[in-house]
Protein backbone atom coordinates (compact mmCIF):
# COMPACT_ATOMS: atom_id res chain seq x y z
CA UNK A 1 0.00 0.00 0.00
CA UNK A 2 1.43 3.83 -0.78
CA UNK A 3 1.27 6.33 1.02
CA UNK A 4 0.84 10.04 -0.07
CA UNK A 5 2.07 12.88 2.24
CA UNK A 6 0.14 15.79 2.12
CA UNK A 7 1.98 18.81 0.43
CA UNK A 8 1.50 20.88 3.03
CA UNK A 9 3.41 18.02 5.55
CA UNK A 10 6.07 18.15 2.90
CA UNK A 11 6.03 21.79 3.20
CA UNK A 12 6.60 21.84 6.63
CA UNK A 13 9.17 18.63 7.30
CA UNK A 14 11.63 19.24 3.77
CA UNK A 15 13.60 21.84 5.49
CA UNK A 16 13.75 19.76 8.55
CA UNK A 17 15.11 16.98 5.96
CA UNK A 18 17.43 18.79 4.02
CA UNK A 19 20.14 18.71 7.05
CA UNK A 20 19.97 15.30 6.96
CA UNK A 21 19.42 14.56 3.58
CA UNK A 22 21.76 16.93 1.69
CA UNK A 23 21.12 17.63 -2.17
CA UNK A 24 17.86 16.31 -3.20
CA UNK A 25 17.05 14.62 -7.03
CA UNK A 26 14.72 16.77 -8.71
CA UNK A 27 11.10 15.90 -9.27
CA UNK A 28 9.64 17.69 -11.72
CA UNK A 29 6.05 18.48 -11.99
CA UNK A 30 5.23 18.10 -16.18
CA UNK A 31 1.74 18.17 -17.89
CA UNK A 32 1.59 17.86 -21.62
CA UNK A 33 -1.91 19.28 -22.30
CA UNK A 34 -2.17 18.90 -26.01
CA UNK A 35 -1.66 21.57 -28.77
CA UNK A 36 1.77 21.13 -28.14
CA UNK A 37 1.38 23.32 -25.08
CA UNK A 38 4.10 21.78 -22.06
CA UNK A 39 3.89 23.00 -18.46
CA UNK A 40 6.12 22.81 -15.54
CA UNK A 41 5.35 23.93 -12.02
CA UNK A 42 8.67 23.19 -9.81
CA UNK A 43 9.89 24.21 -6.31
CA UNK A 44 13.01 23.56 -4.17
CA UNK A 45 13.95 25.01 -0.30
CA UNK A 46 17.08 26.32 0.16
CA UNK A 47 18.59 27.74 3.37
CA UNK A 48 19.37 31.04 2.59
CA UNK A 49 17.33 34.17 3.03
CA UNK A 50 15.53 34.96 0.03
CA UNK A 51 17.50 38.01 -0.61
CA UNK A 52 20.06 35.63 -1.80
CA UNK A 53 17.68 33.80 -3.98
CA UNK A 54 16.50 37.16 -5.40
CA UNK A 55 20.24 38.36 -6.15
CA UNK A 56 20.97 34.88 -7.97
CA UNK A 57 17.56 34.89 -10.15
CA UNK A 58 17.85 39.15 -10.82
CA UNK A 59 21.28 38.70 -12.13
CA UNK A 60 20.51 39.03 -15.87
CA UNK A 61 23.30 39.31 -17.62
CA UNK A 62 25.28 37.21 -15.64
CA UNK A 63 22.79 33.96 -16.02
CA UNK A 64 25.17 32.43 -18.59
CA UNK A 65 27.71 31.97 -16.68
CA UNK A 66 26.06 29.34 -14.28
CA UNK A 67 23.16 27.92 -16.29
CA UNK A 68 24.80 25.60 -19.30
CA UNK A 69 22.03 25.89 -22.21
CA UNK A 70 21.84 29.50 -22.04
CA UNK A 71 24.18 31.10 -24.32
CA UNK A 72 23.22 34.93 -23.67
CA UNK A 73 21.14 36.80 -21.57
CA UNK A 74 21.30 40.44 -21.96
CA UNK A 75 19.36 43.52 -20.68
CA UNK A 76 17.88 45.52 -23.56
CA UNK A 77 15.77 47.87 -21.66
CA UNK A 78 15.36 48.44 -17.88
CA UNK A 79 11.72 49.47 -16.65
CA UNK A 80 10.60 51.05 -13.17
CA UNK A 81 8.67 47.45 -13.04
CA UNK A 82 11.54 44.84 -14.75
CA UNK A 83 13.36 44.79 -18.12
CA UNK A 84 13.45 43.62 -21.54
CA UNK A 85 15.61 40.69 -21.38
CA UNK A 86 16.81 39.07 -24.49
CA UNK A 87 18.06 35.23 -24.59
CA UNK A 88 19.64 32.54 -26.50
CA UNK A 89 19.70 28.96 -25.79
CA UNK A 90 20.55 25.81 -26.97
CA UNK A 91 17.88 22.59 -25.93
CA UNK A 92 18.58 19.71 -26.50
CA UNK A 93 17.22 16.17 -27.06
CA UNK A 94 18.33 12.64 -26.66
CA UNK A 95 21.92 13.47 -26.70
CA UNK A 96 22.24 13.82 -30.43
CA UNK A 97 19.18 16.54 -31.32
CA UNK A 98 19.52 20.82 -30.28
CA UNK A 99 18.25 23.81 -31.56
CA UNK A 100 18.83 27.62 -30.81
CA UNK A 101 16.21 29.25 -29.01
CA UNK A 102 15.56 32.70 -28.57
CA UNK A 103 13.43 34.78 -26.93
CA UNK A 104 12.80 38.28 -25.78
CA UNK A 105 11.51 38.30 -22.54
CA UNK A 106 9.01 41.01 -21.01
CA UNK A 107 10.11 40.60 -17.33
CA UNK A 108 8.15 42.16 -14.46
CA UNK A 109 9.47 42.27 -10.60
CA UNK A 110 7.43 42.47 -7.95
CA UNK A 111 8.58 43.27 -4.32
CA UNK A 112 11.77 41.25 -4.42
CA UNK A 113 9.97 37.97 -4.48
CA UNK A 114 8.32 37.87 -7.65
CA UNK A 115 9.81 37.63 -11.23
CA UNK A 116 7.13 37.00 -14.32
CA UNK A 117 8.22 36.63 -17.71
CA UNK A 118 6.63 36.31 -21.31
CA UNK A 119 8.19 35.92 -24.47
CA UNK A 120 7.36 39.18 -26.96
CA UNK A 121 9.02 37.66 -29.95
CA UNK A 122 7.42 35.06 -30.56
CA UNK A 123 10.16 33.54 -32.36
CA UNK A 124 10.27 30.19 -31.68
CA UNK A 125 7.60 29.84 -29.17
CA UNK A 126 3.88 30.65 -29.64
CA UNK A 127 3.84 31.30 -26.45
CA UNK A 128 6.17 31.00 -23.29
CA UNK A 129 5.69 32.61 -19.90
CA UNK A 130 5.52 31.90 -16.33
CA UNK A 131 7.22 32.90 -12.98
CA UNK A 132 9.61 32.59 -9.75
CA UNK A 133 8.56 33.52 -6.41
CA UNK A 134 10.69 33.12 -3.65
CA UNK A 135 8.66 33.22 -0.13
CA UNK A 136 10.29 32.66 3.40
CA UNK A 137 9.83 28.82 4.40
CA UNK A 138 8.19 28.15 7.88
CA UNK A 139 10.83 27.61 10.68
CA UNK A 140 13.87 29.00 8.33
CA UNK A 141 15.24 29.06 4.91
CA UNK A 142 13.69 29.73 1.26
CA UNK A 143 11.05 28.59 -0.88
CA UNK A 144 12.06 29.01 -4.46
CA UNK A 145 8.68 28.18 -7.01
CA UNK A 146 8.90 27.92 -10.80
CA UNK A 147 6.42 27.60 -13.37
CA UNK A 148 6.81 27.59 -17.00
CA UNK A 149 4.12 27.49 -19.64
CA UNK A 150 5.57 26.71 -23.24
CA UNK A 151 4.42 26.15 -26.50
CA UNK A 152 6.75 25.65 -29.43
CA UNK A 153 6.00 26.70 -32.85
CA UNK A 154 9.01 23.64 -34.14
CA UNK A 155 7.97 20.12 -34.24
CA UNK A 156 9.53 17.39 -31.96
CA UNK A 157 7.85 14.10 -31.37
CA UNK A 158 5.42 14.23 -27.87
CA UNK A 159 7.96 11.79 -25.92
CA UNK A 160 11.13 13.92 -27.13
CA UNK A 161 10.03 17.15 -26.25
CA UNK A 162 8.28 15.85 -22.86
CA UNK A 163 11.83 14.13 -22.01
CA UNK A 164 13.37 17.64 -23.38
CA UNK A 165 11.11 20.01 -20.82
CA UNK A 166 11.52 17.86 -18.16
CA UNK A 167 15.89 17.60 -18.78
CA UNK A 168 16.45 21.39 -19.52
CA UNK A 169 14.15 22.12 -16.63
CA UNK A 170 15.15 19.85 -14.05
CA UNK A 171 19.27 21.48 -15.17
CA UNK A 172 18.08 25.16 -14.78
CA UNK A 173 16.52 24.51 -11.41
CA UNK A 174 20.10 22.58 -10.83
CA UNK A 175 22.17 25.31 -11.73
CA UNK A 176 20.10 28.03 -9.84
CA UNK A 177 19.94 25.86 -6.73
CA UNK A 178 23.94 25.50 -6.97
CA UNK A 179 24.61 29.73 -7.68
CA UNK A 180 22.58 30.31 -4.81
CA UNK A 181 24.48 27.58 -2.42
CA UNK A 182 27.85 29.43 -3.77
CA UNK A 183 27.34 32.29 -3.45
CA UNK A 184 25.26 32.39 0.26
CA UNK A 185 28.26 29.80 0.89
CA UNK A 186 25.75 27.52 1.73
CA UNK A 187 25.92 23.55 1.82
CA UNK A 188 22.73 21.85 1.80
CA UNK A 189 19.34 22.86 0.01
CA UNK A 190 16.22 20.34 -1.11
CA UNK A 191 14.67 19.96 -4.20
CA UNK A 192 11.23 18.76 -4.97
CA UNK A 193 8.11 20.06 -6.67
CA UNK A 194 4.84 20.28 -6.60
CA UNK A 195 2.63 17.25 -7.45
CA UNK A 196 -0.48 19.18 -9.29
Not at 83 to 93: P, S, T, Y
Not at 150 to 174: E, G, I, N, Y
Request: aromatic letters at 10%.
Amino acid sequence: MRRWIPQALLALVAPLLAGAAGAADVYLALDAAGNGRYTIEARFWTPGDPSGAWQVLTDYDHLPSFIPSLRRSEIQERTDSGVILKQEAVGRALGIFHRHLDVILKVREISEREIHFEDTAHEDFSSYGGFWKIEPAAGSGSWVRYRLQATPKFFAPAVVARKAFRDSARQLLLSVQNEILRRGDLSETLLCCSGS
